[in-house]
């Protein structure tokens, strides 16, 4: 039987997790067998840690992108093949990933097409950065990580502006008209994650599909390369131990205080991401690039709990780790103590895909 795969890109913080598990829920309660893929360019990812927390299969494709490990990424659907025979895997790739149709879809179509059906491309944008990038702004990224938001765009089937709670109807609507102008060729709608609204109709329109892929990128590497460098990538896993600690208020505490640290050095945020787990419980706590703060669940109190961060910030990732080292120091005090797991920081290399195809298969 063939699995059906559906590759949903999109900016860092577009809402790609959430709409992942939003998306796995609602196929799980039509009977559907889901899996999904998550990526990384190192390891220890808060967005594994929390879909696996909600009880889904996961795997992870860390240390690279998909595309510039094909086979990476080819082998974690095997083996989700192989032990849990989804109906449908969902896969998100790196946010500031692009050039997707040609190094992952027509590849897939092409190797794959005995186990693979594959669903046309999705693409996410949050309206707050989505905005200010439509009318020729940078959306408070460096030019050349805009450019890669762009390039993004360009090459998706299927277009998303997520969020859709969150913003005015009216305002959504403007710019559903303009995003659908600009990118002809692709089917433009809203979602939300949170009410559910468009995602049933989102879903009924992609797995029914199969013109995957129907763009290729001109894209130019040097750029895409520079976009990505100049995002500091952090990712780093602690155990903290203290009497009777209140998880949420650290939690809250940590990403807050990065907030300003970020402000002051006028460094663009892509996302910042923190999970805190207490055996059954945890926190999760976002930071997003207009500096809106969310916190979700409740990691409650305790004597001990694992700290995940993930940050993706313009700066060099040397000053990153200091930065995140520091306020973490500064959040325990003298009443926690840390137990590093792991902790890595990287700026990404130049991307360098498995393969590239210059024609839709
Ligand atoms: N109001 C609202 N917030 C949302 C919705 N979907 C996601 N968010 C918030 O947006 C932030 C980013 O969401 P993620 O799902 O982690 O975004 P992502 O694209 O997976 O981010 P990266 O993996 O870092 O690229 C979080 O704070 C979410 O709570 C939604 O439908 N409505
Ligand atoms: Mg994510």
Redesign the pocket.
Known sequence: MKTKLLLVG?????????????TARFLMKQGKKVALITNDQAPEL??SA?LQNEGLEVAEVSGSCFCCNFPGFANAIKELRLNAAPDVIIA?P??SCADLSATIIQPLKKFYQADLEVAPFTV?A?PARLTPIMKGDNGGLHQDAAYIYHKQLEEGDVILL?????YSKDGLDQLLLKVTAEFAGANVSK?????GEGVEAWLEDVLTRTDAGKRLLDINYDIYAHGEAVLGWLNGTLLVKGVQTDWDAFAKNLLTALDSQFKARHAGI??V?VIVENGQQYI???L?GDG?L?L?HSAGSSDEAKVII?A?VEMAPEELDRVVRSEVTAQLGDKLTENVLAWKYLQPGRPNPTHRFDVVV
């Open positions: 999109g900016f860092l913080g577009a809402g790609k997790t959430t709409l992942l598990w939003e808060v967005d929390l998100e790196v946010g996410l949050d997520t969020k859709a709670d969150a979602v939300s994650a949170q009410t892509g996302h991401k999760v706590g976002n997003a809106k969310s979700r993930n993706r």
